[in-house]
């Protein structure tokens, strides 16, 4: 079309050999521009894991992306703490996903500091990227106590019968299954009884106790206890 317009005598066709130049750029913008991924919600909570010594922190992290090029367009995402220069990095084969409501969720439960040192409070930033180089992000507080509130929850199952030693506002059972599968999550009646009151899933073999305090967004989770 450039060499045809250079060959054509002055004044003849110019404006309309030049809107349809224009037009085709217009359209090979568009068809190359692709949708940014964006961040619709988002959370950072605190898990205390049990160890042989002081409980070792762990981040919840979760983000629900949107992108109208679908989910599957989004191949990475970030985590960052600026004031240390510190970060966590998590591609579509690092991070876990689940639905919830409809909607899918991909983050990991294991955002953790190399050295064992505890996770540092204050502003993290989120950025999501996806496969065309497109990118958001989205700031994140938090600010959970620098020392736990409550001591560590003890989970004992003897004889068929549990108890549990906890000052959390909220203890759930996490149950699994012989290969160490997740069956299903129970919320605890009460500090002690009968394992046989729980209902369990027949197929289960141990339990681990979910200490939960929602205000302060931090839970703690106790090792795997045999219930047969």
Known sequence: MIMAYSKLPIGINKRPLFQCWLGLM??????????????????????????SGRPQERFSF????????????????????D???????????????????????????????????NLPRGQYRAVIMDKGGEKSE????????????????????VDGQYRIESLYPVNRFICYDEAGELLTIIDAPAKEGAVSVLNLPSNARTVALWAEDAEYLTSALTELVPIQ
């Open 26 to 51: 217009v359209l090979l913008f568009l068809s190359c521009s692709r949708a940014e991924p964006t961040i619709s919600y988002g959370f950072i909570r605190l898990v205390y894991y049990q160890s």
């Open 62 to 81: 979760f983000v629900l992306p949107a992108d109208d090029d679908g989910i599957e367009d989004i191949n990475e995402l970030y985590l960052y703490f």
């Open 83 to 117: 004031r240390e220069g510190l970060f966590w990095t998590l591609s579509a084969e690092d991070w876990i996903s689940y639905e919830s409501e409809g909607q899918t969720w991909i983050g990991s439960r294991s955002i953790t500091m190399v050295d064992g040192e």
């Open 138 to 157: 989205r700031i994140f507080s938090f600010d959970a106590p620098e020392e736990p509130r409550f001591a560590f929850p003890v989970l004992t199952v």
